[in-house]
């Protein structure tokens, strides 16, 4: 009987240590390219979306937006889409972003990131499914790791934004080690 307990008892210990590891294993996060946009959407097509469990502030929120967008190029590459891949598809600039980063967290959960408002604000707004939404805080203190270190020194880029406020196109640029946003016309996307 005394080894019928023991065993029992480290079998319970065991499943408690694993899963109580689990809740703080490193997701793996996995940028969705351009070309892999449309397999993204239908495969999350019925997905009830959601920003919540995304609110806990952590370094990334309170830095400006066209730095985060440098940190996110160093770790992650270009963006899954940016305006230019947008706006000759029926798409009002009022409605653009500068960019969207989306990803898939461990083989499952989808999440998209994207500018607040160009360059003009601090942080990002966040987007994943409401049926992850207990592993979104991990998920956030990870991206959180890996732009605020070594791997997100700020790399250059080059995007466009337009304000639907200002009614005025930016360039918007990470550049020889400065940042910049400078008013343009609105370019031409081909």
């Given at each position: 009987?005394?080894?019928?307990?023991?065993?029992?008892?480290?079998?319970?210990?065991?499943?408690?240590?694993?899963?109580?590891?689990?809740?703080?294993?490193?997701?793996?996060?996995?940028?969705?390219?351009?070309?892999?946009?449309?397999?993204?959407?239908?495969?999350?097509?019925?997905?009830?979306?959601?920003?919540?469990?995304?609110?806990?502030?952590?370094?990334?929120?309170?830095?400006?937006?066209?730095?985060?967008?440098?940190?996110?190029?160093?770790?992650?590459?270009?963006?899954?889409?940016?305006?230019?891949?947008?706006?000759?598809?029926?798409?009002?600039?009022?409605k653009a972003i500068q960019f969207e980063y989306?990803?898939?967290?461990?083989?499952?959960?989808?999440?998209?990131?994207?500018?607040?408002?160009?360059?003009?604000?601090?942080?990002?707004?966040?987007?994943?499914?409401?049926?992850?939404?207990?592993?979104?805080?991990?998920?956030?203190?990870?991206?959180?790791?890996?732009?605020?270190?070594?791997?997100?020194?700020?790399?250059?880029?080059?995007?466009?934004?337009?304000?639907?406020?200002?009614?005025?196109?930016?360039?918007?640029?990470?550049?020889?080690?400065?940042?910049?946003?400078?008013?343009?016309?609105?370019?031409?996307?081909?």
């Amino acid at each position: 009987m005394f080894i019928l307990r023991r065993l029992l008892f480290v079998t319970i210990f065991s499943i408690v240590w694993i899963t109580a590891n689990a809740q703080f294993a490193e997701p793996e996060i996995r940028k969705v390219e351009f070309s892999e946009r449309a397999a993204f959407e239908a495969r999350f097509s019925s997905i009830n979306w959601t920003g919540q469990g995304l609110y806990n502030p952590t370094t990334i929120d309170r830095i400006p937006t066209i730095e985060i967008r440098s940190r996110l190029q160093a770790v992650y590459g270009e963006p899954t889409q940016t305006i230019k891949d947008l706006i000759n598809n029926n798409f009002r600039p009022g409605k653009a972003i500068q960019f969207e980063y989306w990803f898939i967290i461990d083989g499952e959960m989808p999440l998209m990131v994207l500018d607040l408002d160009g360059p003009f604000e601090n942080g990002l707004v966040y987007v994943g499914a409401s049926r992850y939404i207990d592993l979104m805080p991990q998920v956030k203190r990870t991206l959180n790791r890996q732009l605020m270190g070594d791997e997100g020194s700020p790399a250059e880029y080059s995007d466009y934004y337009f304000s639907p406020e200002r009614d005025q196109w930016y360039l918007v640029q990470f550049v020889d080690g400065e940042f910049k946003n400078e008013m343009i016309d609105r370019p031409s996307f081909r």
